[in-house]
């Protein structure tokens, strides 16, 4: 049950350290802009060794802005959560903080998964005919591998909450 319960809380560190540093850096696409080469992230483009905030509102980039917020937040509290249920399991029957947890990590999956679908097809379906040369960049790659860090945390936090389950219906031995 610890086991499972220490996977799922490095994990969930994992993934929320790649959801901070995603969200935060200007390497989610790469092109060619007039003979050089270009980069943008959520907040900011650069181009010839120059960086410019984004300052148009534009909806898809404050959809993903807002999903990858709400999932390092979700995913926080889950780690959280599964930092207490090491201490020791809910005395609450009807509330466990690893299962908490765990459902705390799916949320923040579904956070980053509608945060990586919306800026993947606007970016494939607009910005990539804009673009003649362009590529995904190491920034968006890392939100992908912080879904499943966050997906993989969820499903050790409910193994670790459906062994404990197993246990206490078995009752004492």
């Known amino acids: 049950m610890h086991s499972?319960?220490?996977?799922?809380?490095?994990?969930?560190?994992?993934?929320?350290?790649l959801l901070v540093v995603s969200t935060a850096t200007d390497y989610w696409m790469q092109y060619r802009l007039s003979g050089s080469f270009a980069h943008q992230g959520l907040w900011r483009y650069c181009m010839s060794g120059k960086c410019y905030?984004?300052?148009?509102?534009?909806?898809?980039?404050?959809?993903?802005?807002?999903?990858?917020?709400?999932?390092?937040?979700?995913?926080?509290?889950?780690?959280?959560?599964?930092?207490?249920?090491?201490?020791?399991?809910?005395?609450?029957?009807?509330?466990?903080?690893?299962?908490?947890a765990g459902i705390m990590f799916f949320v923040s999956t579904l956070f980053v998964l509608l945060a990586m679908a919306i800026y993947t097809g606007v970016t494939v379906n607009f910005l990539g005919k804009r673009f003649g040369d362009w590529r995904f960049s190491w920034s968006?790659?890392?939100?992908?591998?912080?879904?499943?860090?966050?997906?993989?945390?969820?499903?050790?936090?409910?193994?670790?909450y459906r062994m404990h389950e197993c246990r206490r219906v078995a009752g004492p031995r």
């Open 53 to 100: 905030m984004q300052t148009d509102s534009i909806a898809y980039w404050n959809a993903t802005r807002a999903f990858m917020i709400l999932s390092a937040m979700s995913c926080f509290a889950g780690i959280i959560a599964g930092i207490l249920s090491f201490a020791h399991f809910s005395a609450f029957e009807r509330f466990n903080r690893s299962f908490a």
């Open 140 to 160: 968006y790659i890392l939100g992908w591998v912080a879904l499943l860090m966050n997906f993989f945390a969820g499903i050790f936090y409910m193994c670790a």
């Open 4 to 17: 499972f319960m220490g996977g799922g809380l490095f994990c969930a560190i994992v993934g929320n350290i």
